[in-house]
């Protein structure tokens, strides 16, 4: 499956983004998709995870109550809306998919990978 990711972009702290990630290739309801983000230094960290059919949502404890993942399998688009945006927040974020929910996870990895969206949050 093919990962388009979008809607990085320039925010000022307390501020909200939401990125999209277009899907082609296969059937993308058959794929638990998910966030992840890389800030300049750090290693890759998961954000979050949902199942197939939009259930089994999965967040790691920095985003819990700002973030929410969301898709849309008519339109094979996966969503993650940001509020509450923190500096700590700035990374470039990528989409991910795998056939396998448990990979999606703190640690974890997937088959599938978008090109990444840069998001900077100001202070």
């Known amino acids: 499956v093919q990962l388009q990711a979008s809607g990085g972009g320039l925010v000022q702290a307390g501020g909200s983004l939401r990125l999209s990630c277009a899907a082609s290739?296969?059937?993308?309801?058959?794929?638990?998709t998910g966030w992840f983000r890389q800030a300049p230094g750090k290693e890759r960290e998961f954000v979050a995870r949902?199942?197939?059919?939009?259930?089994?949502?999965y967040y790691t404890d920095s985003v819990k109550g700002r973030f929410t993942i969301s898709r849309d399998n008519a339109k094979n688009t996966l969503y993650l809306q940001m509020n509450s945006l923190k500096p700590e927040d700035t990374a470039v974020y990528y989409c991910?998919?795998?056939?396998?929910?448990?990979?999606?996870?703190?640690?974890?990895?997937?088959?599938?990978w978008g090109q990444g969206t840069q998001v900077t949050v100001s202070s």
């Open positions: 949902i199942g197939g059919s939009g259930g089994s949502t």
């Open positions: 991910a998919a795998d056939s396998r929910l448990f990979r999606l996870r703190i640690g974890g990895s997937a088959d599938y």
């Open positions: 290739g296969r059937t993308f309801s058959n794929y638990a």
